[in-house]
Nanobody, 124 residues
């Protein structure tokens, strides 16, 4: 069992930066792949970024590649998402997720645990 709590969301102007954090409680955090997803009003939840259990492999949606960076600290049970050059279309609720695979990182059904989400709003 893993419990996930996100933090770091807020309101930022276009071109600005935010850093989201997700803290996990429970057992064996380092055995889980981690992902960030987002959901905008009226849209389906979409994959943003994923990271392997060791941190050695990372994956990004094309829409955020080069602007967002996912990282993890297994000693602190945290995963972070550094978001730079934010755009209004990045506005959404961002969710942290944990899973043990197998299957693609970009598929939500491959994650068994989810946080409650944190709102990110980017103004133009």
């Amino acid at each position: 069992q893993v419990q996930l709590v996100e933090s770091g969301g807020g309101l930022v102007q276009a071109g600005g930066s935010l850093r989201l954090s997700c803290t996990a409680s429970g057992r064996a955090f380092s055995s889980y792949r981690m992902g960030w997803f987002r959901q905008a009003p009226g849209k389906e939840r979409e994959f943003v970024a994923g990271i392997s259990w060791s941190g050695g492999s990372t994956y990004y949606a094309d829409s955020v590649k080069g602007r967002f960076t996912i990282s993890r600290d297994n000693a602190k049970n945290t995963v972070s998402l550094q978001m730079n050059s934010l755009k209004p279309e990045d506005t959404a609720v961002y969710f942290c997720a944990a899973g043990q695979g197998p299957g693609p990182y970009y598929t939500a059904k491959n994650y068994g645990y989810w946080g409650q989400g944190t709102q990110v709003t980017v103004s133009s």
